[in-house]
C-alpha cells in the first residue's frame, strides 16, 4: 500500500495563479466541493483534495500552457494516470488547461467534459501521447491497455477562461459580489497564492506514505476551512471598515442611545475588528473567532445575536481587549447578513 512522492516540483516553490485556480476550481466550482475538506500542493500532485475521512483524492494537473496540441494533452495526462493505478484511492482525475482548440471537441461550447467529446482522430493522438510517456517512465515490461481505457474514461478535462476575481467569489458565501470591486477580489486570490506558496517551502521528494492521512504531516496543505475564513475575513475586515450603515441584526443594542453615541459604537466596533484583522499578533486570534461563528452557523439559523453570542462563546474572557464583548457581537451581526444572503 505504499506510495512513493515524485516530481514534486522541490525546484518550483512558487505557486502559479493557475495552480491557485485549480484549488479555488476545487473548493468553490463543483458540486461535491462541500465534500472537500483540505488541499494539497505539489504531494500528489499540483493540487489534489481530500475529503474529512481522508479516504477520497481529488487529483489536478495544472497546466498552464497555450497552444496544448493532443500528444502533450496525453502526456500531461500521466501524473494523473500514474495516481489511477496506484494503490491509493483517487475519486476524481481532472486536467485543468487553459481552453482548447475548438477543433479538437465534438461540442465546441463545452468547457468542462471527458474524453468522449474529443473528435476521434483528436483522441487517439491523446492516447499515444499517454501511451509514449507511460514506456518512458514505466517501460515495456507491463501492459497497460486495460487501465489506459479505463482511466480515459474517467478523467475530466477543465478549461480555465475566468480571472482570478471570479474563482474567489465563486468561494465567498456572499452573494452581494458587487460591493467588492475586482482589484480588492484579485487582492484577495494574490494573498491566497502566497499562502499558497509558502506551503510549498519542503522536500517531501521520495517520501513514502501508506495512508492518504499521513500527507497532513507534511503541512503542505491547507483546509478549506482556513481558505473560506482567510476570504471571509477579507471581507469582513474591508466590508466593516467601509460599512455605511447600522447591521440589521445589532440595531437593537443601540436603542436609547444617541446618534452621536451610536456613530462612537459604531466606529469603536469598527476600528476594533480592523485593528484585529490587520494587526500580525492578533490576526489568527480574529480568523478563529470569525471560524467558530461561521462554524455555528452551519446547523443554525438564528438570527438573535445575544443568543447567538451566548451559544458560541459561553463566559467569553477577551484574549484582545478590543475584541470585547460588543465588538464580537458586531461581528456576528455582519455574518448573519452575510448567512442570509446566501
Not at 495552480?19 to 475538506?37: F, Q, V
Not at 493522438?125 to 501492459?143: A, D, H, P
Not at 469598527?270 to 446547523?299: D, G, Q, V
Amino acid at each position: 500500500m505504499a506510495y512513493t512522492f515524485k516530481n514534486t516540483e522541490i525546484n518550483n516553490e512558487k505557486a502559479s495563479d493557475f495552480e491557485t485556480k485549480s484549488l479555488l476550481y476545487l473548493i468553490g466550482k463543483r458540486k461535491d466541493s462541500k465534500e472537500i475538506e483540505y488541499v494539497t500542493f505539489d504531494c500528489f500532485n499540483d493540487v489534489s483534495g481530500i475529503n474529512k475521512n481522508t479516504d477520497k483524492i481529488w487529483d489536478i494537473q495544472s497546466k498552464n500552457e497555450q497552444s496544448l496540441n493532443p500528444k502533450k494533452i496525453g502526456k500531461f495526462f500521466y501524473t494523473l494516470f500514474d495516481n489511477y493505478v496506484s494503490t491509493l484511492n483517487f475519486k476524481e482525475f481532472i486536467l485543468f488547461s487553459p481552453v482548447l482548440n475548438s477543433e479538437y471537441k465534438k461540442d465546441k461550447k463545452l468547457q468542462i467534459y471527458n474524453t468522449d467529446n474529443f473528435e476521434d482522430k483528436t483522441l487517439e493522438r491523446i492516447k499515444n501521447g499517454l501511451n509514449e510517456e507511460i514506456e518512458r517512465v514505466k517501460g515495456t515490461s507491463c501492459n497497460y491497455d486495460k487501465e489506459q481505457k479505463e482511466f480515459l474514461e474517467r478523467v475530466l478535462i477543465v478549461e480555465d477562461n475566468q480571472s482570478g476575481a471570479e474563482y474567489i467569489k465563486c468561494v465567498t458565501k456572499f452573494k452581494k459580489n458587487d460591493i467588492k470591486d475586482d482589484n480588492f477580489y484579485t487582492s484577495v486570490f494574490q494573498d491566497l497564492r502566497n499562502i499558497q506558496s509558502a506551503k510549498k517551502n519542503s522536500y517531501i521528494e521520495n517520501s513514502v506514505i501508506s495512508q492518504i492521512k499521513e500527507v497532513l504531516d507534511f503541512k503542505r496543505h491547507l483546509s478549506t476551512k482556513d481558505i473560506e475564513t482567510l476570504i471571509i475575513c477579507r471581507i469582513i475586515g474591508r466590508e466593516i471598515f467601509d460599512y455605511k450603515s447600522i447591521p440589521l441584526y445589532f440595531s437593537p443594542m443601540l436603542d436609547g442611545y444617541d446618534i452621536e453615541d451610536k456613530k462612537d459604537i459604531l466606529q469603536n466596533c469598527n476600528s476594533n475588528l480592523s485593528r484585529a484583522f490587520f494587526n500580525k499578533n492578533s490576526n489568527r486570534i480574529f480568523w478563529k473567532t470569525c471560524e467558530n461563528i461561521i462554524s455555528f452557523f452551519e446547523s443554525e439559523s438564528l438570527t438573535d445575536v445575544n443568543i447567538v453570542f451566548d451559544s458560541v462563546f459561553p463566559n467569553y474572557i477577551p484574549k484582545l481587549s478590543y475584541m470585547n464583548e460588543l465588538t464580537i457581537k458586531y461581528l456576528i451581526s455582519i455574518i448573519i447578513e452575510g448567512h442570509d444572503d446566501n
